[in-house]
Protein backbone atom coordinates (compact mmCIF):
# COMPACT_ATOMS: atom_id res chain seq x y z
CA UNK A 1 0.00 0.00 0.00
CA UNK A 2 0.92 3.72 -1.04
CA UNK A 3 0.46 7.17 -1.30
CA UNK A 4 0.27 8.81 -4.76
CA UNK A 5 1.54 12.12 -5.69
CA UNK A 6 4.97 14.40 -5.96
CA UNK A 7 5.53 16.73 -3.25
CA UNK A 8 1.95 16.19 -2.21
CA UNK A 9 1.48 17.43 1.56
CA UNK A 10 0.84 14.27 3.02
CA UNK A 11 -0.46 12.59 6.06
CA UNK A 12 0.01 8.57 7.26
CA UNK A 13 -0.45 6.43 10.61
CA UNK A 14 0.30 3.22 11.28
CA UNK A 15 -3.04 1.54 11.65
CA UNK A 16 -1.78 -0.30 15.14
CA UNK A 17 -2.26 3.41 16.45
CA UNK A 18 -5.31 5.38 15.34
CA UNK A 19 -5.63 8.75 16.08
CA UNK A 20 -1.59 8.93 16.28
CA UNK A 21 -2.20 12.02 14.47
CA UNK A 22 -2.06 15.16 16.74
CA UNK A 23 -5.32 17.36 15.59
CA UNK A 24 -4.58 21.11 14.40
CA UNK A 25 -1.34 21.52 15.40
CA UNK A 26 2.48 19.61 15.14
CA UNK A 27 3.62 19.58 18.67
CA UNK A 28 1.60 19.75 21.21
CA UNK A 29 2.33 19.50 24.69
CA UNK A 30 1.59 15.86 25.19
CA UNK A 31 1.51 13.89 21.83
CA UNK A 32 -1.47 11.35 21.54
CA UNK A 33 -0.10 7.95 22.60
CA UNK A 34 3.28 9.18 24.62
CA UNK A 35 4.98 9.96 21.06
CA UNK A 36 7.87 12.58 20.41
CA UNK A 37 7.32 15.10 18.06
CA UNK A 38 10.43 15.70 15.48
CA UNK A 39 10.21 17.96 12.44
CA UNK A 40 12.74 16.74 9.29
CA UNK A 41 13.98 20.09 7.27
CA UNK A 42 14.74 19.43 3.94
CA UNK A 43 15.21 23.26 3.30
CA UNK A 44 15.65 26.56 4.91
CA UNK A 45 12.54 27.88 7.42
CA UNK A 46 12.92 30.62 5.08
CA UNK A 47 12.10 29.22 1.73
CA UNK A 48 9.33 30.18 -0.36
CA UNK A 49 6.30 27.85 -0.01
CA UNK A 50 6.80 26.23 -3.05
CA UNK A 51 10.05 25.19 -1.82
CA UNK A 52 9.62 24.59 1.42
CA UNK A 53 10.14 20.93 2.50
CA UNK A 54 9.70 19.40 5.63
CA UNK A 55 7.53 16.70 7.46
CA UNK A 56 6.54 16.11 11.19
CA UNK A 57 7.55 12.37 12.27
CA UNK A 58 5.53 11.35 15.51
CA UNK A 59 8.09 8.53 17.23
CA UNK A 60 8.32 6.36 20.40
CA UNK A 61 11.91 7.88 21.15
CA UNK A 62 13.17 10.72 19.22
CA UNK A 63 16.92 10.60 16.98
CA UNK A 64 18.95 12.89 19.42
CA UNK A 65 19.52 10.04 21.56
CA UNK A 66 22.13 8.02 20.16
CA UNK A 67 25.87 6.98 22.04
CA UNK A 68 28.62 9.66 19.89
CA UNK A 69 29.65 8.73 16.23
CA UNK A 70 32.44 7.43 15.48
CA UNK A 71 34.41 6.79 12.39
CA UNK A 72 33.86 4.15 10.07
CA UNK A 73 35.04 2.17 7.01
CA UNK A 74 34.05 4.15 3.72
CA UNK A 75 35.22 0.78 1.48
CA UNK A 76 35.05 2.25 -2.04
CA UNK A 77 33.21 4.98 -1.48
CA UNK A 78 34.85 8.15 -1.58
CA UNK A 79 34.36 12.02 -2.60
CA UNK A 80 37.81 12.09 -3.29
CA UNK A 81 37.90 13.11 -7.04
CA UNK A 82 42.16 13.77 -7.27
CA UNK A 83 43.19 10.19 -6.60
CA UNK A 84 44.31 9.47 -10.22
CA UNK A 85 45.03 11.55 -12.99
CA UNK A 86 41.82 12.95 -15.13
CA UNK A 87 40.95 10.61 -17.98
CA UNK A 88 39.02 12.26 -21.01
CA UNK A 89 38.19 8.92 -23.49
CA UNK A 90 35.40 7.73 -23.90
CA UNK A 91 34.99 4.73 -20.95
CA UNK A 92 33.20 1.89 -20.49
CA UNK A 93 32.42 -0.23 -18.41
CA UNK A 94 31.40 -4.59 -18.13
CA UNK A 95 28.83 -5.17 -15.75
CA UNK A 96 30.17 -5.26 -12.18
CA UNK A 97 30.60 -8.04 -10.65
CA UNK A 98 28.49 -9.08 -7.73
CA UNK A 99 30.18 -11.07 -4.72
CA UNK A 100 29.16 -14.46 -4.63
CA UNK A 101 27.18 -15.67 -0.95
CA UNK A 102 28.83 -18.70 -0.46
CA UNK A 103 32.25 -16.55 -0.81
CA UNK A 104 31.85 -13.82 1.57
CA UNK A 105 28.05 -11.93 2.87
CA UNK A 106 28.30 -7.90 1.62
CA UNK A 107 25.48 -5.83 2.70
CA UNK A 108 24.42 -2.37 1.00
CA UNK A 109 26.61 -0.20 2.80
CA UNK A 110 29.52 -2.62 2.66
CA UNK A 111 28.69 -3.24 -1.47
CA UNK A 112 28.73 0.78 -2.37
CA UNK A 113 31.32 1.43 -4.67
CA UNK A 114 32.44 5.17 -6.36
CA UNK A 115 32.35 5.26 -9.87
CA UNK A 116 32.76 8.61 -10.49
CA UNK A 117 31.69 12.42 -9.46
CA UNK A 118 32.86 16.38 -8.69
CA UNK A 119 32.05 18.98 -6.50
CA UNK A 120 32.02 18.67 -2.43
CA UNK A 121 29.37 17.93 -0.05
CA UNK A 122 30.78 20.21 2.44
CA UNK A 123 30.08 23.33 0.35
CA UNK A 124 26.35 20.96 -0.76
CA UNK A 125 27.37 21.31 -4.60
CA UNK A 126 28.04 18.34 -6.78
CA UNK A 127 27.08 14.41 -7.71
CA UNK A 128 28.75 11.10 -6.44
CA UNK A 129 27.74 8.30 -8.63
CA UNK A 130 27.96 4.82 -7.42
CA UNK A 131 27.05 1.12 -7.64
CA UNK A 132 26.38 -1.31 -5.18
CA UNK A 133 26.59 -4.97 -5.51
CA UNK A 134 25.42 -6.93 -2.40
CA UNK A 135 23.87 -10.28 -1.36
CA UNK A 136 22.64 -9.81 2.02
CA UNK A 137 19.97 -7.62 3.51
CA UNK A 138 21.25 -5.05 6.17
CA UNK A 139 18.69 -6.09 8.65
CA UNK A 140 21.06 -8.99 9.84
CA UNK A 141 23.61 -7.10 11.33
CA UNK A 142 21.61 -4.76 12.77
CA UNK A 143 22.65 -1.62 10.27
CA UNK A 144 20.87 1.70 9.24
CA UNK A 145 21.48 3.82 7.38
CA UNK A 146 21.30 7.82 6.89
CA UNK A 147 22.45 10.06 3.91
CA UNK A 148 22.89 13.17 5.97
CA UNK A 149 23.79 15.90 3.26
CA UNK A 150 22.76 14.09 -0.07
CA UNK A 151 19.68 13.28 -1.99
CA UNK A 152 19.91 9.63 -3.52
CA UNK A 153 17.95 8.16 -6.50
CA UNK A 154 18.41 4.52 -6.49
CA UNK A 155 17.93 1.94 -8.65
CA UNK A 156 17.46 -1.55 -9.61
CA UNK A 157 19.41 -3.72 -12.36
CA UNK A 158 18.53 -7.29 -13.11
CA UNK A 159 20.42 -10.18 -12.05
CA UNK A 160 20.07 -13.91 -12.87
CA UNK A 161 19.07 -13.77 -9.25
CA UNK A 162 16.09 -11.87 -7.78
CA UNK A 163 17.37 -7.71 -8.18
CA UNK A 164 14.50 -6.33 -6.18
CA UNK A 165 15.11 -4.66 -2.99
CA UNK A 166 13.03 -3.84 0.28
CA UNK A 167 13.94 -0.41 1.77
CA UNK A 168 12.54 0.22 5.31
CA UNK A 169 12.46 3.49 6.01
CA UNK A 170 11.72 6.55 9.04
CA UNK A 171 8.33 6.59 6.84
CA UNK A 172 7.34 2.84 6.20
CA UNK A 173 8.32 0.81 3.30
CA UNK A 174 8.64 0.49 -0.22
CA UNK A 175 9.66 -2.46 -2.58
CA UNK A 176 11.54 -1.82 -5.41
CA UNK A 177 11.84 -3.95 -8.13
CA UNK A 178 13.99 -3.74 -11.83
CA UNK A 179 12.99 -1.02 -13.41
CA UNK A 180 11.49 1.17 -10.60
CA UNK A 181 13.37 4.00 -9.26
CA UNK A 182 13.63 4.94 -5.55
CA UNK A 183 14.60 8.75 -3.97
CA UNK A 184 16.15 8.97 -0.89
CA UNK A 185 16.07 12.37 0.55
CA UNK A 186 19.05 13.74 2.67
CA UNK A 187 18.50 12.94 6.18
CA UNK A 188 16.72 10.09 5.98
CA UNK A 189 17.34 6.88 7.45
CA UNK A 190 16.85 3.66 5.46
CA UNK A 191 18.14 0.14 5.57
CA UNK A 192 18.01 -2.54 2.36
CA UNK A 193 17.02 -5.84 2.32
CA UNK A 194 17.91 -7.93 -0.71
CA UNK A 195 16.15 -11.31 -2.16
CA UNK A 196 20.04 -12.64 -3.48
CA UNK A 197 22.91 -11.23 -5.21
CA UNK A 198 21.45 -7.86 -6.15
CA UNK A 199 23.38 -4.92 -8.02
CA UNK A 200 21.96 -1.39 -8.67
CA UNK A 201 23.14 1.95 -9.62
CA UNK A 202 22.62 5.18 -7.26
CA UNK A 203 22.63 8.76 -8.15
CA UNK A 204 23.80 10.75 -5.32
CA UNK A 205 23.01 15.09 -5.18
CA UNK A 206 24.44 17.42 -2.88
CA UNK A 207 22.02 19.96 -1.70
CA UNK A 208 19.65 19.85 -4.40
CA UNK A 209 16.37 18.17 -4.68
CA UNK A 210 14.82 16.13 -7.35
CA UNK A 211 12.25 17.95 -9.03
CA UNK A 212 9.81 17.35 -11.57
CA UNK A 213 10.95 19.10 -14.63
CA UNK A 214 9.13 21.92 -16.54
CA UNK A 215 7.03 21.01 -19.35
CA UNK A 216 7.24 24.21 -21.31
CA UNK A 217 5.62 23.93 -24.64
CA UNK A 218 4.62 20.21 -24.19
CA UNK A 219 1.79 21.10 -21.63
CA UNK A 220 -0.48 20.27 -18.64
CA UNK A 221 0.76 16.44 -19.03
CA UNK A 222 3.36 13.92 -20.16
CA UNK A 223 6.57 12.54 -19.51
CA UNK A 224 6.27 11.23 -15.48
CA UNK A 225 3.07 12.45 -13.91
CA UNK A 226 2.94 13.12 -10.49
CA UNK A 227 0.40 10.91 -9.36
CA UNK A 228 2.47 8.07 -10.23
CA UNK A 229 4.95 8.77 -7.46
CA UNK A 230 4.09 6.34 -4.67
CA UNK A 231 5.17 6.80 -1.34
CA UNK A 232 5.02 4.44 2.06
CA UNK A 233 2.54 4.34 4.32
CA UNK A 234 3.46 4.89 8.16
CA UNK A 235 4.74 1.52 9.71
CA UNK A 236 6.75 1.03 12.81
CA UNK A 237 8.74 -1.32 14.88
CA UNK A 238 9.07 -1.20 18.64
CA UNK A 239 11.92 -3.75 19.54
CA UNK A 240 15.67 -3.89 20.61
CA UNK A 241 18.09 -6.79 19.95
CA UNK A 242 20.81 -7.93 21.99
CA UNK A 243 23.35 -6.11 19.88
CA UNK A 244 21.58 -2.68 19.34
CA UNK A 245 21.46 -0.71 15.92
CA UNK A 246 24.52 0.65 13.98
CA UNK A 247 23.29 3.64 12.44
CA UNK A 248 25.56 5.02 9.94
CA UNK A 249 25.88 8.66 8.81
CA UNK A 250 27.22 9.71 5.40
CA UNK A 251 28.65 13.36 6.58
CA UNK A 252 31.04 15.15 4.45
CA UNK A 253 32.03 12.43 2.24
CA UNK A 254 33.20 10.21 5.02
CA UNK A 255 31.03 7.42 7.02
CA UNK A 256 29.76 7.90 10.33
CA UNK A 257 28.66 4.93 13.33
CA UNK A 258 26.62 4.93 16.11
CA UNK A 259 25.56 2.75 18.46
CA UNK A 260 21.47 2.55 19.55
CA UNK A 261 19.35 0.26 21.34
CA UNK A 262 16.23 1.27 19.60
CA UNK A 263 15.36 0.54 15.88
CA UNK A 264 15.63 3.53 13.77
CA UNK A 265 12.25 2.66 12.20
CA UNK A 266 9.81 3.46 15.62
CA UNK A 267 7.65 6.30 13.85
CA UNK A 268 4.44 5.98 14.29
CA UNK A 269 2.39 8.32 12.26
CA UNK A 270 4.32 11.56 10.12
CA UNK A 271 2.78 14.20 7.82
CA UNK A 272 4.34 16.43 5.75
CA UNK A 273 5.79 17.07 2.09
CA UNK A 274 9.48 15.86 2.43
CA UNK A 275 9.21 11.57 2.13
CA UNK A 276 10.85 9.35 -0.05
CA UNK A 277 9.08 7.96 -2.81
CA UNK A 278 9.87 5.48 -5.97
CA UNK A 279 8.37 5.38 -9.46
CA UNK A 280 7.63 2.59 -11.91
CA UNK A 281 9.73 3.98 -15.46
CA UNK A 282 6.82 1.49 -17.42
CA UNK A 283 4.30 4.77 -16.43
CA UNK A 284 6.76 7.46 -18.49
CA UNK A 285 4.77 9.14 -21.37
CA UNK A 286 7.48 9.37 -23.92
CA UNK A 287 7.20 12.28 -26.02
CA UNK A 288 8.38 11.99 -29.39
CA UNK A 289 9.31 13.08 -32.57
CA UNK A 290 6.77 12.60 -35.41
CA UNK A 291 8.15 14.43 -38.84
CA UNK A 292 12.20 14.34 -39.33
CA UNK A 293 15.31 14.86 -37.25
CA UNK A 294 16.05 13.54 -33.89
CA UNK A 295 14.83 15.50 -30.77
CA UNK A 296 17.33 16.14 -27.69
CA UNK A 297 17.19 13.54 -25.53
CA UNK A 298 15.93 16.09 -22.67
CA UNK A 299 12.01 15.22 -23.44
CA UNK A 300 13.11 11.91 -21.83
CA UNK A 301 13.83 13.98 -18.43
CA UNK A 302 12.28 11.82 -15.62
CA UNK A 303 13.33 13.61 -12.64
CA UNK A 304 15.99 17.17 -12.65
CA UNK A 305 17.90 18.37 -9.52
CA UNK A 306 18.25 22.19 -10.60
CA UNK A 307 21.25 24.36 -10.81
CA UNK A 308 21.25 28.49 -9.93
CA UNK A 309 21.53 28.95 -13.47
CA UNK A 310 18.50 28.48 -15.53
CA UNK A 311 17.76 25.49 -17.90
CA UNK A 312 21.43 23.97 -16.54
CA UNK A 313 21.11 21.14 -14.07
CA UNK A 314 23.65 20.06 -11.30
CA UNK A 315 22.10 16.21 -12.81
CA UNK A 316 19.30 15.26 -14.90
CA UNK A 317 17.86 11.69 -14.57
CA UNK A 318 17.18 10.72 -18.32
CA UNK A 319 15.44 7.41 -19.71
CA UNK A 320 15.33 5.67 -22.91
CA UNK A 321 12.28 3.62 -22.61
CA UNK A 322 10.50 1.64 -25.37
CA UNK A 323 8.30 3.83 -27.61
CA UNK A 324 7.31 4.28 -31.43
CA UNK A 325 9.81 5.46 -34.68
CA UNK A 326 8.41 7.30 -37.20
CA UNK A 327 10.63 10.22 -38.51
CA UNK A 328 10.75 10.51 -41.86
CA UNK A 329 14.31 11.45 -43.46
CA UNK A 330 15.78 11.01 -41.09
CA UNK A 331 19.03 8.66 -39.01
CA UNK A 332 16.70 7.47 -35.68
CA UNK A 333 19.50 6.76 -33.70
CA UNK A 334 21.26 9.45 -31.29
CA UNK A 335 23.86 11.57 -33.36
CA UNK A 336 26.88 12.01 -33.19
CA UNK A 337 27.83 14.51 -30.35
CA UNK A 338 29.90 16.92 -28.07
CA UNK A 339 27.98 18.24 -25.23
CA UNK A 340 28.97 20.55 -22.71
CA UNK A 341 27.23 18.23 -20.10
CA UNK A 342 28.88 15.27 -18.92
CA UNK A 343 26.83 11.72 -19.52
CA UNK A 344 26.76 8.77 -16.97
CA UNK A 345 24.52 5.79 -18.79
CA UNK A 346 23.30 2.64 -17.57
CA UNK A 347 21.56 -0.55 -19.16
CA UNK A 348 18.92 -1.85 -16.52
CA UNK A 349 17.90 -4.42 -19.39
CA UNK A 350 17.60 -5.24 -22.91
CA UNK A 351 19.60 -3.74 -25.52
CA UNK A 352 20.31 0.20 -25.83
CA UNK A 353 19.59 0.87 -29.42
CA UNK A 354 22.82 2.83 -30.42
CA UNK A 355 25.20 0.00 -29.10
CA UNK A 356 23.81 -3.18 -29.16
CA UNK A 357 27.60 -4.88 -28.52
CA UNK A 358 29.38 -4.38 -25.55
CA UNK A 359 26.77 -1.65 -23.72
CA UNK A 360 25.67 -4.86 -21.27
CA UNK A 361 22.82 -4.80 -18.58
CA UNK A 362 24.65 -3.65 -15.12
CA UNK A 363 27.72 -1.68 -16.84
CA UNK A 364 27.69 1.51 -17.66
CA UNK A 365 29.65 4.17 -19.81
CA UNK A 366 30.82 7.98 -19.18
CA UNK A 367 30.94 10.30 -21.88
CA UNK A 368 33.02 13.50 -19.99
CA UNK A 369 32.38 16.78 -21.20
CA UNK A 370 32.87 17.45 -24.74
CA UNK A 371 34.20 14.06 -25.43
CA UNK A 372 32.56 13.34 -28.90
CA UNK A 373 30.15 10.09 -28.86
CA UNK A 374 27.95 8.38 -30.87
CA UNK A 375 26.69 5.35 -32.50
CA UNK A 376 29.28 2.40 -32.85
CA UNK A 377 29.99 2.15 -36.79
CA UNK A 378 27.42 -1.07 -37.11
CA UNK A 379 24.39 1.12 -36.13
CA UNK A 380 25.81 3.73 -38.30
CA UNK A 381 25.69 1.68 -41.35
CA UNK A 382 22.39 0.05 -40.49
CA UNK A 383 20.07 2.94 -39.97
CA UNK A 384 21.71 5.26 -42.95
CA UNK A 385 19.91 2.68 -45.37
CA UNK A 386 17.22 1.33 -43.45
CA UNK A 387 13.43 1.67 -44.56
CA UNK A 388 11.72 4.05 -42.87
CA UNK A 389 8.58 2.69 -41.44
CA UNK A 390 7.12 3.14 -38.32
CA UNK A 391 9.41 0.46 -35.95
CA UNK A 392 9.54 -0.20 -32.16
CA UNK A 393 12.52 1.42 -30.70
CA UNK A 394 14.27 0.02 -27.39
CA UNK A 395 11.21 -2.91 -26.96
CA UNK A 396 12.18 -4.69 -23.74
CA UNK A 397 15.12 -2.19 -23.00
CA UNK A 398 15.77 0.53 -20.22
CA UNK A 399 18.88 2.89 -20.85
CA UNK A 400 19.04 5.47 -18.56
CA UNK A 401 22.02 8.52 -18.44
CA UNK A 402 22.58 10.63 -15.25
CA UNK A 403 23.68 14.53 -17.38
CA UNK A 404 24.92 16.51 -15.32
CA UNK A 405 26.64 20.31 -15.97
CA UNK A 406 29.87 19.14 -14.03
CA UNK A 407 33.09 17.94 -14.84
CA UNK A 408 32.90 14.39 -13.45
CA UNK A 409 36.10 12.75 -12.15
CA UNK A 410 36.70 8.93 -12.08
CA UNK A 411 37.54 6.94 -8.94
CA UNK A 412 40.76 4.83 -8.61
CA UNK A 413 38.43 1.98 -8.04
CA UNK A 414 36.48 3.14 -11.43
CA UNK A 415 39.26 2.95 -13.63
CA UNK A 416 41.36 0.39 -11.81
CA UNK A 417 40.08 -1.47 -8.75
CA UNK A 418 36.83 -2.97 -10.21
CA UNK A 419 38.54 -4.76 -13.30
CA UNK A 420 35.74 -3.86 -15.35
CA UNK A 421 36.93 -1.11 -17.45
CA UNK A 422 36.41 -1.95 -21.09
CA UNK A 423 39.80 -1.16 -22.55
CA UNK A 424 38.45 -1.98 -25.80
CA UNK A 425 35.82 0.70 -26.22
CA UNK A 426 37.35 2.73 -28.46
CA UNK A 427 37.26 -0.12 -31.49
CA UNK A 428 33.35 0.24 -31.75
CA UNK A 429 34.04 3.53 -33.81
CA UNK A 430 37.15 2.05 -35.67
CA UNK A 431 35.39 1.09 -38.57
CA UNK A 432 33.68 4.26 -39.72
CA UNK A 433 34.74 5.04 -42.97
CA UNK A 434 34.74 7.96 -44.89
CA UNK A 435 31.20 8.29 -47.19
CA UNK A 436 32.24 11.52 -49.12
CA UNK A 437 31.71 12.17 -52.49
CA UNK A 438 33.17 15.05 -54.24
CA UNK A 439 30.83 14.93 -56.97
CA UNK A 440 27.23 14.31 -55.52
CA UNK A 441 24.48 16.52 -56.95
CA UNK A 442 21.29 17.02 -55.06
CA UNK A 443 18.22 14.23 -56.68
CA UNK A 444 16.21 16.01 -59.39
CA UNK A 445 13.72 14.24 -58.04
Not at 43 to 56: E, G, I, L, M, Q
Not at 76 to 94: I, M
Not at 238 to 250: F, L, M
Not at 295 to 301: G, K, V
Amino acid sequence: MYLSGFGNELASEDPRCPGSLPEGQNNPQVCPYGLYAEQLSGSAFTCPRPTNKRSWLYRIIPSVKHKPFTKASCGDLTENWNEVEPDPNQLRWLPFAIPKSTEKKVDFVAGLHTVCGAGDAKSRNGIGIHVYTCNTSMSIVSLKFSSLCCSLCLFVSPVPQQGEILITTEFGKMMVEPNEICVIQQGMRFSVDVFGETRGYILEVYGAHFELPDLGPIGANGLANPRDFLCPVAWYEDRKVSTGYTVINKYQGKLFACQQDFSPFNVVAWHGNYTPYKYNLKNFMVINCVAFDHADPSIFTVLTAKSTRPGVAIADFVIFPPRWGVADHTFRPPYYHRNCMSEFMGLIKGHYEAKEEGFQPGGASLHSIMTPHGPDADCFEKNSTAELSPERVAEGTMAFMFESSFSMAVTKWGLQTCQKLDKSYYQCWEPLRSHFNPNWKPSTQ
